[in-house]
């Protein structure tokens, strides 16, 4: 098994080793949708066939999922091989994403207040529909989420005066020790995917975390979510491990990535 393991890793490693192919790769697992191969072609800045050769060879091995729709095809990463990859190969999928978290222009932050409420749930609601968010399959009650929630860690993002998002911190243990340990969530309406309110969201719950001095903050999300696994990494969290067949979403098993952030 170990030498099935280490030939199969091999031959990814092997992929790798052109630097046009680690770039591609990356665009295409940081990226929240399919990406078309015309799309690639601008941003790596190569030529078609060039870029089509590569996505060929990254798909020829596992990494990528290729799907024609008419005379466009479409990219994208392959969740089951993301499942299986070790550390520095996950890294080249997108989860090890270059540069600093900062917040977006025109994303306005500011602590939950007891109206924002229909809005909350029903952004909750809408990250439950996509799938690839939460093991919940129905939208909590207030009740249920105020207990849960720390009362100083929910914030609230508005985009032109609309609730665009939010985030809150869970404790992850009530054990004294653990005081300083807290889960965190972010949710981001689907009307303002893009607008860079999940990376405020989490610029913000992170700065905020820091001063009140909790030492870790630790995040659970599918590996399928490559985007946000990106973003986390750049607000200094680091992947812990993958939690393999975890638990049950719709009667199938999912695998979730451990991530975590400490103060310095």
């Known amino acids: 098994m170990l030498t099935d393991e280490a030939t199969t890793y091999a031959s990814w490693f092997a992929t790798l080793s052109d630097p046009t192919r680690v770039r591609l790769l990356h665009h295409v697992a940081s990226a929240p949708a399919p990406v078309t191969v ?15 050769h590569h996505v060929r060879k ?8 290729i799907q024609r729709e008419g005379t466009t095809t479409l990219v994208t990463v392959n969740p089951a091989c993301c499942t299986g990859l070790p550390h520095a190969a996950d890294a080249v999928m997108g989860a090890l994403s270059t540069g600093t978290l900062r917040p977006a222009e025109g994303v306005a932050m500011r602590a939950m207040t007891a109206a924002d409420w229909p809005e909350v749930r029903r952004i909750y609601g809408e990250g439950i529909a996509s799938g690839n968010a939460t093991f919940e399959t129905e939208v909590p009650s207030r009740r249920t989420l105020e207990s849960k929630w720390l009362p100083d860690h929910r914030w609230i993002a508005e985009v032109d005066g609309t609730v ?20 965190t969530s972010i949710y981001v309406a689907d009307s303002a995917q893009g607008r860079g309110v999940g ?11 820091d001063a009140a001095g909790l030492w870790t903050l630790q995040a659970v999300i599918f590996p399928e979510n490559r ?8 607000a200094g969290f680091r992947t812990v491990g993958l939690r393999e067949r975890i638990a049950q979403h719709h009667g199938r098993w999912r695998d979730t990535v451990l991530l975590e952030r400490r103060r310095a």
């Open 38 to 52: 015309g799309e690639l072609t601008t941003l790596l800045g190569v030529s078609q066939s060039t870029c089509s």
């Open 58 to 65: 990254l798909a020829e091995v596992g990494f990528l999922q």
């Open 164 to 183: 665009a998002g939010w985030a809150a911190a869970t404790p992850v243990s009530a054990r004294e020790c653990y005081a300083g340990v807290a889960e």
């Open 199 to 209: 990376k405020t969201l989490l610029h913000h719950q992170v700065a905020a975390a």
């Open 227 to 234: 985007a946000s696994i990106a973003l986390h990494h750049k």
